[in-house]
């Protein structure tokens, strides 16, 4: 099963897979993740009703069948780390629910050698889940304590290719733009320009844009999840996929 997984997704899980085994994490609960996995494509079937994502890339599915999603989570959350479910990672935030990240991971269709740039580190999930996909993830996590701890973790479990950075992800990341893919895992209310700015022709980037959480009801889902695609001339359409929940994209407060 690894083995099959190292083919498909080339070297750049081979790091990461040798230090998973030896501490232990890696091959650990591939049932689950297994599981995790089929639950992902009963539900992308029912909510993609015919459209693109019912059927959802085979590579996406193989990265979240390799990646330990429960070496991501506080020692309390394991034992859910493989229920389809956000979980609490500390410092108020969550780490997405796994079907969102196989929707959002399988609309930016990433290559391999591509430039991803992630907002909204979190646990770090997310950008391992990209890293066996692309050729450089670049992450920005605006608060400094989550930022150090996926750092450690990624790492930690080998995910050679991925760059952490504390700042607030409102400006993208300049020094290493323009990106071939943009994903965004916090909602902001508009798309942020830089990170528009940033996008190379073709690119195409993955955000959830609307209202804050706070301003709605338990339960409600204020934000669209939306795809947007740069042309080659540098026009940019915006498609709406599906209403979502995220956390707000929160801003740095000015300094004193
Ligand atoms: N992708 C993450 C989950 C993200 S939760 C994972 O796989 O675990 C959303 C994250 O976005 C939180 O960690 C939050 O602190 C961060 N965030 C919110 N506003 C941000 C901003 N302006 N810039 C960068 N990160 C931000």
């Known amino acids: 099963m690894l083995r099959a997984a190292i083919v498909a997704l080339g070297a750049g899980i081979l790091a990461a897979a040798a230090a998973a085994g030896e ?30 994502f019912a059927q959802l890339d085979a590579r996406v599915l193989d990265a979240m069948r390799t990646v330990p999603r429960h070496a991501f989570v506080p020692a309390s959350a394991s034992p859910l780390a493989y229920a389809d479910r956000p979980l609490d990672i500390g410092s108020g935030q969550t780490i997405s629910q796994p079907l969102v990240v196989a929707l959002m991971t399988h609309l930016l269709q990433v290559r391999p050698g591509d430039r991803v740039l992630e907002i ?13 996909l692309a050729g450089q993830v670049y992450s920005v996590e605006i608060l400094p304590e989550l930022a150090a701890k996926a750092a ?15 700042g607030d992800g409102y400006h993208g990341w300049a020094e290493h733009a323009p990106y071939d893919r943009i994903i965004v895992t916090a909602a902001p209310e508009h798309v942020p320009p830089a990170l528009l700015a940033q996008l190379k022709p073709h690119g195409r980037l993955v955000i959830p844009v609307g209202a804050s959480i ?8 204020p934000q669209d999840l939306m795809l947007i695609e740069k042309a080659g001339d540098g026009t940019a359409t915006s498609s709406r996929i599906i209403p979502v929940r995220f956390l707000p994209l929160t801003r740095d407060r000015p300094r004193q």
Do not use: F, H
């Open 214 to 221: 706070d301003a709605v009801a338990p339960g409600v889902e």
């Open 152 to 166: 450690e973790t990624l790492s930690r479990l080998g995910y050679a290719n991925v760059k952490v950075r504390a």
């Open 23 to 52: 501490n232990g994490r890696g091959p650990e609960r591939g049932s689950e993740r297994r599981r995790m996995v089929e639950d992902i494509e009963r539900q992308s079937l029912s909510i993609g009703n015919g459209r693109d």
């Open 120 to 132: 909204g580190t979190g646990s770090g999930y997310q950008a391992a889940v990209l890293s066996l």
